[in-house]
Antibody, heavy 118, light 111 residues
Framework: QVQLVESGGGVVQPGRSLRLSCAAS????????MHWVRQAPGKGLEWVAG????????YYADSVKGRLTISRDNSKNTMYLEMNRLRAEDTAVYYC???????????WGQGTLVTVSS | QTVVTQEPSLTVSPGGTVTLTCASN?????????PNWFQQKPGQAPRALIY???NKHSWTPARFSGSLLGGKAALTLSGVQPEDEAEYYC???????????FGGGTKLTVL
């Protein structure tokens, strides 16, 4: 069955960096675009970033542009989110999700919590 | 700045029907926005229900349906069950450099 497993979250000080991973299994990972979505505590969902199936196209929310970088390694069936110059407002659960039929999100991971605090 | 608006909260009786909507501050929502709908229960990851306005995933219960209604995307639940109590989010596609925007969510109470 399809599984997306996020990892790499934790507590980090403001201004520091963190790298999240999303490991996929049960799918032909290299055939699908992927996204990152986050949810601050008690808040709604926020789309963060997306990457095409081959990594040639990347998209970012204005709130993270220049600080977060999405990438993927299709040989490892894994997507990444490099997070730099972290701010308190980046505190959230980060989910990865697969893009289905080009313009829908179907499978989601269980999320990884990032807490930015001194 | 693009804003997607949903009803903050709705209440429905078990067995009843309720429609949630999703509006864009850029104008009428059409099929070109490829509306997606998601259900999220406390402590759980979101679960996809609808994509591209009306299409259901293989796991989506038949009582959920998507449509366009009065310039908005809509999610209708018919024959509501107690387990449908959850937060529901829509997602619209705008293309360009920042292609996707979520709505603020609707908290559905089954009472």
């Amino acid at each position: 069955q399809v599984q997306l497993v996020e990892s790499g979250g934790g507590v980090v000080q403001p201004g520091r960096s963190l790298r999240l991973s999303c490991a996929a299994s049960g799918i032909s990972f290299s055939s699908y675009a992927m996204h990152w979505v986050r949810q601050a505590p008690g808040k709604g969902l926020e789309w963060v970033a997306g990457i095409s199936y081959d990594g040639s196209n990347k998209y970012y929310a204005d709130s993270v542009k220049g600080r977060l970088t999405i990438s993927r390694d299709n040989s490892k069936n894994t997507m990444y989110l490099e997070m730099n110059r972290l701010r308190a407002e980046d505190t959230a659960v980060y989910y990865c999700a697969r893009v289905w039929e080009g313009l829908g999100l179907d499978y989601w991971g269980q999320g990884t919590l990032v807490t930015v605090s001194s | 700045q693009t804003v997607v608006t949903q009803e903050p909260s709705l209440t429905v009786s078990p067995g009843g029907t309720v429609t949630l909507t999703c509006a864009s501050n850029t104008g009428a929502v059409t099929g070109g926005y490829y509306p997606n709908w998601f259900q999220q229960k406390p402590g759980q990851a979101p679960r996809a229900l609808i994509y591209s306005t009306t299409n259901k995933h293989s796991w989506t219960p038949a009582r959920f349906s998507g449509s366009l209604l009065g310039g908005k995307a809509a999610l209708t639940l018919s024959g509501v069950q107690p387990e449908d109590e959850a937060e529901y989010y829509c997602l619209l596609y705008y293309g360009g450099a920042q292609p996707w925007v979520f709505g603020g969510g609707t908290k559905l109470t089954v009472l």
